[in-house]
């Protein structure tokens, strides 16, 4: 049924068959909500939004055909962390204290996405209040990684090295009932993009609560700099620390997810005006003239070898395509961004996902402070930071590295994250209904 792989599709990919009528706003939406049916064992979604999702859709597929193609969303599948508030859609925070509770009001974000076109197909699992790393501890039951799971995928770019790990590792985990946490505690955000249901979702980051997940799930997962994503509407765990956060598959779709819901919003005292709406990334991003810096300090003890490997890997990447790649040893951001780097890489978790029974033999806070240790110090500073994945171990788990920019420098650091997507060629799956 090709109507399903147009889910593994970018969002400018998917656009164009929208405008040129290849397929229907609601056709796109029809297989988002049957590709949710034939994943809900893995759990991405607290409430599912069918009924709004085919009418969103249905006034999307009358804008493309009265020619009207100027809303940069217009039809693509969104999903939404369960602590945003949707109106007249419950919002739980993964808690039972908020299972009924139903807001009368949007979020900013939420407003903003559903005019550039979003069709919200639901909204997504989380640790109960954001506390976790995990998304193992909702009141309405974990979400499973969909990684060795048992849910049949292949490779949407098949390569030897790759498709052999597929065919030499069992994917039982759900059978077995040892499956590989997601991460957290934006985990059901993470899962819904990996696993096609949606294009993009929202997600919210107070320690590394985006880009945790998105490292264990193998997408694309950014914090903006503070201030530049409106917070009203966001039922914050730390108020100072937590911005909304943004997963695709791909940059550039979160790059264009950005450029929607920026912007100064007057019911958000620490949101600042930005000229992000037109933002495109170029083409073939360059790294000519910047300069990398590689903390050691982010070398924590526990780190796995492949993700030093990987580090490694990047970073002479990088080098050898014109950047220039510096050792640091500070860990201040302002004596690091004044000495003339313009970007960090790091790793972004100590491992890979790891499975549910050794998760849970360390208790939620000792779990999300060691799995925070990579991506806690940009909350603290303000600043970008984004998750990209770069390859698969031998076990078949994404390995992800963060990007850490100058605050307010969202564009420059997703440009390079860009290059490092164009480069490494990271494997994304299929899945196979």
Known sequence: DMGM????LSIRDVSSLLKQKTISSLELCNAALKRQNAVAKL?????????????????SQKRYDRGEQNLPLDGIPVA???????????????????????PTYSATVVRRLQKAGAVIVGKTNLDEFGMGSGTTDSTFGPSK?????????????????????LSRIPSTALENGDWYVTGGSSGGSALAVASGTTFLALGSDTGGSVRNPSSYCGVVGLKPSYGLVSRFGLISLVNSLDVPGLFGRYVDDVATMLSVVSGLDPQDSTSVSSDLQNLKLPENPSLDGLIIGIPREYHWPGMSKEIVDEWTKVADLMEDSGAQVRRLISEDFSKVWASGVNLLLTPVTLSTAIRYSEFQNLDNRTQTAT???CTQAANMAGVPAVSIPVSLNTEGLP???QLIGQWGKDP???SAAKWVEQNVKF???NILE
């Open 5 to 8: 792989n147009y889910l593994s």
């Open 43 to 59: 759990h991405p979604f607290i409430t599912h939004t069918p009924d709004l999702a085919r009418e969103s859709a249905l006034h």
């Open 80 to 102: 939404v962390k369960d602590n945003f508030c949707t109106s007249g859609i419950p919002t739980t925070c993964g808690s039972v204290m908020l299972q009924n509770y139903i």
């Open 145 to 165: 990684n969909i990684y060795r799971s048992g849910v049949e995928y292949n490779f949407l770019h098949p390569s030897r090295e790759y498709d052999n790990i």
């Open 371 to 373: 799995q925070d240790i």
């Open 399 to 401: 390995v992800s590295l």
């Open 412 to 414: 420059a650091m997703l």
């Open 427 to 429: 494997p994304r799956i």
